[in-house]
């Protein structure tokens, strides 16, 4: 994630000199407005927050609306790549997720759903079951991709507990 800031010279100077590897000349302040990533705090020093997830990962959450527990699969870059229905208990939640590890690599497992520029899939288990459902799509490339990515991460991937 980026955020916006206007340009402060002390801020300035060390995003240029990270970027280059080299000081930089003195800029009026007026002169620039710069991007700046999350983990750079305004003071100059840095934040543990990253740009991008170490790995793609499974993270379980329970919902205050509904008391139940669901997942989402979520790529490198942290996006959402495949959601879960809701489960009772956080074990029934762990047996979703390991069905969809079981089924991410079998292609006949998939559903497709197109429809007026929305692009989905369903990835449902051996019993026909849908196990996991995706984000919306705009084309059928990025719905393809989705499932590409879940073919990828999914059956590698570590379980994140939220709650």
Do not use: W
């Amino acid at each position: 994630m980026l955020r916006l800031i206007s340009s402060n010279l002390p801020i300035l100077s060390v995003v240029i000199r990270i970027i280059t590897g080299h000081d930089c000349p003195i800029i009026p302040p007026h002169c620039m407005v710069i991007f700046l990533p999350d983990c750079l705090k305004n003071d100059g020093s840095f934040t543990n927050k990253s740009f991008n997830m170490d790995n793609p990962k499974f993270t379980i959450f329970k919902s205050h609306l509904n008391d139940q527990f669901y997942y989402h699969l979520r790529a490198t870059n942290g996006e959402i790549i495949l959601n879960g229905e809701g489960y009772t208990t956080k074990e029934h939640c762990h047996t979703g997720i390991s069905s969809v590890k079981h089924n991410a690599l079998l292609e006949h497992q998939y559903s497709k759903k197109d429809s007026a520029g929305n692009y989905t899939f369903n990835l449902k288990a051996g019993n026909g079951e849908i196990i996991g459902i995706s984000e919306n799509y705009t084309t059928s490339h990025g719905r393809d991709n989705g499932i590409a990515a879940v073919k990828k991460d999914a059956p590698e991937a570590p379980i994140q507990e939220l709650s």
